[in-house]
Nanobody, 119 residues
Framework: QVQLVESGGDLVQPGGSLRLSCAASGSFVSINNMGWYRQGPGQRELVAAITSGGRTNYADSVKGRFTISRDNAKNRVYLQMNSLKLEDTAVYYC??????????????WGLGTLVTVSS
């Protein structure tokens, strides 16, 4: 009954930009931390995270290039990706900790959106 749906994945050239969006839907009390993960050939890794208050963290590999933001009124989190590199190619997953009912918080995941960086 609570879902995360990503959008915005596409094919982009090196040096280009892309903006990913993730929308939460369903019944819940609030959304706490949200983040973006990605999975290429290796294991899934954290790309960026943002707290309910707007504090952010980034993987070293994307610092200065990616920006995570959220719109609490729309229950959305975004990932602005600039200066994209070939190694950014991956399936990007939205993650969130959602309080479904009072005092019950669940970690949920979207199904992912593919970002391909290629010349």
């Amino acid at each position: 009954q609570v879902q995360l749906v990503e959008s915005g994945g596409d094919l982009v050239q090196p040096g280009g930009s892309l903006r990913l969006s993730c929308a939460a839907s369903g019944s819940f009390v609030s959304i706490n931390n949200m983040g973006w993960y990605r999975q290429g050939p290796g294991q899934r890794e954290l790309v960026a995270a943002i707290t309910s208050g707007g504090r952010t963290n980034y993987a070293d590999s994307v610092k200065g290039r990616f920006t995570i933001s959220r719109d609490n009124a729309k229950n959305r989190v975004y990932l602005q990706m600039n200066s994209l590199k070939l190694e950014d190619t991956a399936v990007y997953y939205c993650n969130a900790y959602i309080e479904t009912i009072k005092d019950l918080t669940l970690e949920i995941w979207g199904l992912g959106t593919l970002v391909t960086v290629s010349s």
